[in-house]
């Protein structure tokens, strides 16, 4: 059983940048990553997503609101996946959620894709 935790979340105002982390259990390491979120009201909505080590080591996509803005990244060493945020806007609200996936579907960044959940860390983006 795959078990994943986030941390990193916290307030800060817009413009400023925050950087998540997901640790998870050795099962991870030849699974694709990715970040969501889901803002109040909405849908969860994928972020970023990140390839294996095994193969495709570093490939990454992004949704078109994070992009130039958030960097996803892994440390396989340390079982921990990374988003760093820049540039934060308020619209970037929401609880941010780890999840990892066998599935070459990975990059779509659809809910579905993704099989391991880990419970989020909440951002704050204030004007």
């Known amino acids: 059983q795959v078990q994943l935790v986030e941390s990193g979340g916290g307030s800060v105002q817009a413009g400023g940048s925050l950087r998540l982390f997901c640790t998870g259990s050795?099962?991870?390491?030849?699974?694709?990553m990715g970040w969501f979120r889901q803002a109040p009201g909405k849908e969860r909505e994928g972020v970023a997503g990140?390839?294996?080590?095994?193969?495709?080591?570093?490939?990454?996509t992004y949704a078109d609101s994070v992009k130039g803005r958030f960097t996803i990244s892994r440390d396989n060493a340390k079982n921990t996946l990374y988003l760093q945020m820049s540039s934060l806007k308020p619209e970037d609200t929401a609880m941010y959620y780890c999840?990892?996936?066998?599935?070459?579907?990975?990059?779509?960044?659809?809910?579905?894709?993704?099989?391991?959940w880990g419970q989020g860390t909440r951002v704050t983006v204030s004007s």
């Open positions: 990140i390839s294996t080590y095994v193969t495709t080591y570093g490939r990454r």
């Open positions: 050795r099962m991870t390491y030849n699974s694709c």
């Open positions: 999840a990892a996936t066998n599935s070459p579907m990975w990059r779509l960044l659809r809910t579905w894709a993704y099989s391991a």
